[in-house]
Every structure is written in structure tokens, then in C-alpha cells.
């Protein structure tokens, strides 16, 4: 099975320029800039980050949940793949002097940099695009000791779980597919227990009101060293 996508940065730019919401006020935009839903206002904030002093954001889109961040002081970095994202979040956010937005792939930028984060996110960014058994070694590599991973996305549709192609050009347009990653809260326990992560709670957020589609969220941690002295104790 192909893993590649075809012409991805191309159906993320369409969708970049199909948004309006990139003319909202910064000020609006600010507003409940971070939230995990796709109910403006509803459910967990930044407080399920913990408090990072450094975050990565994994297809940041427009980047005002980093910008949110950064307007706290936390360093702030947002990646995303569409070169049109990219430079509407670095225009808009320019004079925040704690954010800062690269442009590139999820997979090539982790493999690639020696940084270090205390938390790494998603909101129904690159960790649904990803294969995560490719994605979540680089970034547990990436992670501080005790750093978060935390993502959001649309919950698995029952019975559609693992890879799931998707037509993003509709079934009369260009020959364009793109990848998603599906499972139900359970399993992405053990995907992430078994690279290595702890303190994982996944669960589908309920929406506002009842019969609407929740959001799958997940959160989850990289284990501290023992220290030595809980070593010796643990022996005695
Ligand atoms: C549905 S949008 C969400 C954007 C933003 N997080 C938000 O909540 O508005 C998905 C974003 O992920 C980016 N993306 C998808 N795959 C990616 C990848 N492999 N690496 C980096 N960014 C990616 C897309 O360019 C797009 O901006």
C-alpha cells in the first residue's frame, strides 16, 4: 500500500485559501484561540499542555493556538506543510517575539531537528495525517523527560479504523488523495504505550449537545529517568 500522498501540499494550500477565518481581527482571533474542538468555546484549553515552557504545534493552520502560547511568553513553534498557512501565520503573528512558524513536514522536520520540547501538540493537524507508527517515534525522540504529546481529531467512524483514504478534490476534480489515521480512544492507548508513552487518557469528548459528533482526545506523556535514590530505595 502506498504510504506517499499525492500532491499534499497542493490540497493543503486550497484548503488554506478556502478558509476566511484568516480575516478575523487579531483580537477575535486571539479570543478562545485554543481550543481542541470544532465547538468554538467547548471543551479542555491549553491546561491539558500542562505548563511548557517550549510547545511544538504540528500543522498549525493559521497559528493561533501558538500564537495564544506566545502571547503568555511560552516558546512557541508552529510547523505546517502549506507554504500558504505558513506565511499567513508568520505575517499575522510576526510581532509576537515568542512565536515562531516553520514551514515543512511533520516527519522531515522531527527527523531532522536536535531540538527539544516540553509539550507537542496537534489540533486536527499532522498527527491525523500521519502514520503513527512512523510519527510517534520521532516525536517521543523530540520530547523533554515528562514532555506531553496531545492531539485532537474527528472520532474513528465505527467499524473504519487504521488508514483511510480520502478524494480531496471530490470524485469529478483532480486526482488527489490524502491519508488519515483512525482508531477508537482504546487503541491509541496501546499504539502510544507501546512507543514507549505513559499517563495516556484517551477519550471522545462529547459535544455540546447530545446526538453531535465528539472529538477524540488524546494525551499522553514521555516517562522522567528513575532517579537513583528511588532505584536504591525501590531495592531495599
Ligand atoms: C485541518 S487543518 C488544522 C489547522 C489548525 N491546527 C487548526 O486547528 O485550525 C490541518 C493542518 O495540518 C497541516 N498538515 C497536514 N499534514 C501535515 C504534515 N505532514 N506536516 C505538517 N503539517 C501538516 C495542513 O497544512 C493544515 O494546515
Avoid: N
Avoid at 467499524?159 to 478534490?169: E, F, I
Avoid at 482508531?183 to 495516556?200: Q, V
Wanted: hydrophobic letters at 35%; a negative charge.
Amino acid at each position: 500500500m502506498p504510504t506517499s500522498v499525492s500532491d499534499r501540499t497542493g490540497y493543503w494550500d486550497r484548503y488554506a485559501e478556502g478558509r476566511s477565518d484568516h480575516q478575523a481581527s487579531r483580537e477575535e482571533a486571539l479570543k478562545g484561540a485554543f481550543g481542541w474542538t470544532q465547538y468554538p468555546g467547548h471543551g479542555p484549553g491549553d491546561e491539558i499542555l500542562g505548563h511548557p515552557a517550549t510547545t511544538l504545534e504540528l500543522g498549525c493552520g493559521r497559528g493561533d493556538a501558538v500564537a495564544a502560547l506566545a502571547a503568555r511568553g511560552v516558546a512557541a513553534t508552529g510547523l505546517d506543510l502549506s507554504p500558504v498557512h505558513y506565511a499567513r501565520a508568520r505575517e499575522r503573528w510576526r510581532d509576537l517575539p515568542c512565536a515562531q512558524f516553520v514551514h515543512g513536514d511533520a516527519m522531515d522536520y522531527l527527523t531532522q531537528t536536535d531540538k527539544e520540547w516540553d509539550a507537542v501538540y496537534s489540533i486536527w493537524g499532522a498527527v491525523w495525517f500521519t502514520d503513527p507508527g512512523e510519527l510517534l517515534p520521532r516525536v517521543h525522540d523530540r520530547l523533554a523527560p515528562g514532555g506531553r504529546l496531545v492531539f485532537a481529531h474527528a472520532p474513528a467512524v465505527p467499524g473504519a479504523y487504521g488508514v483511510q483514504g480520502m478524494y480531496g478534490g471530490g470524485f469529478t476534480g483532480r486526482q488527489v488523495w490524502i491519508y488519515r489515521w483512525a482508531y477508537e480512544p482504546d487503541t491509541w492507548s496501546s499504539i502510544l504505550a507501546d512507543h514507549g508513552f505513559t499517563d495516556i487518557h484517551a477519550r471522545v469528548e462529547p459535544a455540546p449537545e447530545p446526538g453531535l459528533l465528539g472529538t477524540l482526545i488524546v494525551q499522553s506523556r514521555k516517562s522522567r529517568p528513575h532517579r537513583m535514590d528511588d532505584l536504591t530505595s525501590s531495592k531495599v
